[in-house]
């Protein structure tokens, strides 16, 4: 059973920085994609960033220049590092991981998420 523990969350002011680690309990390398979700209160949950197992990395638009996602596959943990934070960056951030398989000619989609993560950017 494969799980998604994040960690790192908290209270910071405008302007500082949180890093979030998700710590996956199997092979980070069985994943097609890892990265990042958040949700905040009254709005739909939408993609921060994500990172293919080959390297490629896909920012929102709204993070790029601030956050980075790098992985350490030797931990199976990937990090979010989040700089310059802004109040409209508050929302619970939740770990996604994607795996791909293809059985007898048919496409397995998998998603697994954490239970995610607060953040809260306020003075």
């Known amino acids: 059973q494969v799980q998604l523990v994040e960690s790192g969350g908290g209270l910071v002011q405008p302007g500082g920085s949180l890093r979030l680690s998700c710590a996956a309990s199997?092979?980070?390398?069985?994943?097609?994609?890892m990265g990042w979700y958040r949700q905040a209160p009254g709005k739909q949950r939408e993609l921060v960033v994500n990172?293919?197992?080959?390297?490629?990395?896909n920012y929102a638009d709204s993070v790029k220049g601030r956050f980075t996602i790098s992985r350490d596959n030797a931990k199976n943990t990937v990090y979010l590092q989040m700089n310059s934070l802004k109040p409209e960056d508050t929302a619970v951030y939740v770990c996604?991981?994607?795996?791909?398989?293809?059985?007898?000619?048919?496409?397995?989609?998998?998603?697994?998420w954490g239970q995610g993560t607060q953040v809260t950017v306020s003075s």
């Open positions: 990172i293919t197992s080959g390297g490629r990395r």
């Open positions: 996604n991981a994607e795996k791909v398989s293809v059985v007898a000619g048919k496409v397995h989609w998998y998603d697994y």
């Open positions: 199997v092979s980070i390398f069985s994943f097609n994609a």
